[in-house]
């Protein structure tokens, strides 16, 4: 029996390890803009926006008000961007709000660990799909014309994610 179990955490670790990049596989590497609601903060307007940004090389953070890993992948994503100047950002969260979870408890979380970028609210998970995200934290780098260069769930590496933007430079 101890020697099943230690296969089992032996194998677990193994797919946890591996588990760390997460490549987009879609037709021709595209993926097609998702509407989302921004929440109203100083750094974007209660509005709508596409994700990812058209045109321009995006940064798409998916987190959740919950995950403990988001806060200091926000870390890493505020280090990225003060490095960068012509990039968009944005964060998204497909929390359920209401019930435990309201629109001000997010705003909350967000004038904690947030980044100086929009944040939005795609409650039908249409984003975090269209991405192929299974877990949380996400972050995928989006080249002007919709491929994902890179994607990874858990803390990012702040120096793999500037080599991202690189490669998504036209």
Known sequence: MRRRDLLAGVGGAAVVGAGGYLAVSTDDGRIDPVAVDTFE???SAASELRVPVEGQVTVVDLFATWCQPCKPAL???????????????????????????????????WDAYGGAWPVGHDPEGSLLASLGASTLPYTAVVDPNGRVVWAETGVPDPERVSQAIDDARP
């Not at 100047?85 to 309201?102: K, M, Q, Y």
């Open 41 to 43: 903060t100083p750094n």
């Open 75 to 109: 870390d890493a994503l505020r280090t990225v961007q003060a490095e960068t100047t012509d990039i968009a950002f944005v964060s998204v969260t497909n929390e359920v709000l209401g019930g435990e979870l309201s629109r001000d408890d997010v705003l909350a979380w």
